[in-house]
């Protein structure tokens, strides 16, 4: 009986591990890439690499390090 439990806890477990395993093997490769890369785009989202202007300007001077600067103490 112990033996039956035993066995079936660690068919359990590399079953379970067998799944993350399969997650993160889809998430590699070039389609995986490809996808993911798709997904950010059509988020929306601007990093500060693709801001200009004024825009830019106003996220650097929202960050607390940048304000010395910006007066020109530094």
Known sequence: ???N????EVTNYFKERMAVSKKIAAGRGK???IAAA???KASGVTTWRQMT???LMAHEISHVGN???MFGFA
């Open 1 to 3: 009986m112990a033996d």
């Open 5 to 8: 439990a035993k066995y079936e």
């Open 31 to 33: 389609e995986a890439r």
């Open 38 to 40: 798709a997904a950010k």
């Open 53 to 55: 202007g004024v825009r």
């Open 67 to 69: 304000r010395p600067f």
